[in-house]
């Protein structure tokens, strides 16, 4: 994301911001990123100072605020996105068969439900 002077961190937060219809708690970013909660108020603090979101309180609890991408950063983002797109696109075509793709579907879908499934046994000895 360097071409587009988004850090990582930026990039994620953002992504799961542009996934959502509807703003998101800022609890629920601390949970469902890889940062902690002091790193996600952070890197929103400084998207907010770039105007590329913006904080509301919640209408659903008084000490919680809502995070949403503003057009600007929405406009950043797919920017962005298009080029990790175009960058991961050869791994995906070219390395990846379509019985790859679908495991890497299942793997993701799991992942974004936050389930790990059934635990599965092993042979090993």
């Known amino acids: 994301m360097k071409a587009h002077n988004l850090p990582v961190s930026w990039f994620e937060v953002m992504l799961w911001l542009a996934s959502s219809p509807e703003p998101v708690p800022a609890s629920v970013l601390g949970n469902s990123t890889l940062l902690s909660r002091s790193q996600v108020s952070r890197v929103v603090d400084a998207l907010q100072t770039r105007g590329l979101v913006t904080r509301t309180p919640s209408a659903r609890d008084a000490r919680s605020v809502e995070v949403?991408?503003?057009?600007?950063?929405?406009?950043?983002?797919?920017?962005a996105d298009a080029t990790r797109?175009?960058?991961l696109g050869p791994v995906f075509t070219e390395l990846l068969d379509e019985k790859d793709l679908?495991?890497?579907?299942?793997?993701?879908?799991?992942?974004?439900?936050?389930?790990?499934?059934?635990?599965?046994?092993?042979?090993?000895?």
Do not use: I, M, N
């Open 68 to 79: 949403s991408l503003t057009e600007e950063g929405r406009r950043a983002f797919a920017e």
């Open 85 to 87: 797109r175009e960058a």
């Open 102 to 125: 679908e495991a890497l579907a299942a793997v993701w879908r799991k992942l974004k439900a936050g389930t790990t499934g059934s635990p599965e046994t092993s042979d090993r000895s």
